[in-house]
């Protein structure tokens, strides 16, 4: 029954946000960022409702909002908070009801309450470890460690200018694919490969570095791209243009090199690796200073 009750209420939630949105995308582009009220003056404390003589405070309208889809929580709360407000009110209202019922001493209420606190409270612990131990001098210490243990890679830095079609229409594919064509004919006779690159390439970011995409391993471009890259000679470039989903590309190898893997390219992997360590050594510590008894085994008797 208690399923059903919390199914029932995040339809609900969701409908409450599917409004929210198409509201919200319709007077988006009547404001700016200025008709919004300044958050920045509200405490966690501060009381924005009362429903009942229960105040709702601002906390909770900020939890309330993290929980909302994806392309709500890109809006700014202050854009949509008094409807973020409403959805706290209207779900204080439901909860009221609920105690009135009784439905607050059904026993799978307890059950998920209990277990959604311990949740919350383990993650906000977790989170308060990690930002004390996995400070930028932690992970710099860990790297030391931990790149002794990585492979060298073999890398390539290149450069590439990119021709990419107006549209996936034959004739714009093929007039990409004679512009990029026509580009190598100039770089055989002698123009400047960053000077193409900065007039010409699709690829905006590069092109400002005359078309220099810096080391890379294999496995980080796309396959047509990498397979021709790797293929090349020092200081060669390709002499017919590689297609790609972006586009044609003209490229030359610059340097290759064997390095191991950079402290920001592994930082992701690292910090997970020392969270589950760290987290595992807190456990143990906590285990170890508890008193606890398990009813159920599990049927070979925990073996």
Do not use: W
């Not at 229409?169 to 580009?183: G, I």
């Not at 893997?261 to 508890?290: F, H, N, W, Y």
């Amino acid at each position: 029954m208690f399923a059903n009750r919390t199914l029932a209420l995040l339809k609900r939630v969701r409908l409450f946000a599917t409004c929210l949105a198409l509201t919200c995308a319709s007077t988006s582009g009547a404001q700016d960022d200025n008709s919004y009220p300044d958050l920045s003056q509200l405490s966690p404390e501060t009381v924005v409702a009362v429903v009942n003589g229960n105040p709702i405070n601002f906390a909770q309208v900020e939890y309330a909002y993290t929980l909302l889809p994806a392309e709500l929580t890109a809006l700014p709360l202050a854009q949509i908070l008094p409807q973020v407000v409403q959805l706290v009110i209207e779900q204080r209202l439901l909860a009221e009801e609920a105690v009135k019922q009784s439905l607050h001493e059904d026993v799978a209420y307890k059950a998920a309450l209990q277990f959604q606190a311990d949740r919350l409270l383990q993650e906000t612990v977790i989170a308060q470890m990690m930002a004390d131990q996995l400070t930028d001098e932690a992970l710099e210490i860990a790297y030391t460690v931990y790149s002794m243990q990585l492979p060298l890679e073999e890398r390539v830095r290149a450069r590439h200018i990119l021709i990419a079609p107006g549209s996936n229409d034959e004739a714009d594919v093929r007039d990409a694919l004679v512009e990029a064509q026509d580009l190598i004919r100039q770089l055989n006779e002698g123009a400047d490969f960053a000077e193409l690159a900065l007039e010409f390439s699709d690829d905006t970011g590069s092109a400002e570095q005359g078309g220099d995409l810096g080391f890379f391993p294999r496995g980080r471009m796309v396959e047509p791209f990498e397979d021709a890259a790797f293929a090349l000679e020092l200081n060669a470039f390709t002499q017919e243009a590689v297609a790609s989903p972006f586009g044609f590309h003209i490229i030359e190898v610059l340097e290759r090199t064997e390095m191991k893997p950079t402290l920001d390219e592994v930082r992701e992997e690292l910090m997970t690796q020392l969270e589950t360590q760290r987290l595992s050594i807190k456990l143990s510590e906590l285990r170890a200073g508890a008193e606890i008894m398990t009813i159920i085994e599990s049927a070979d008797g925990g073996n």
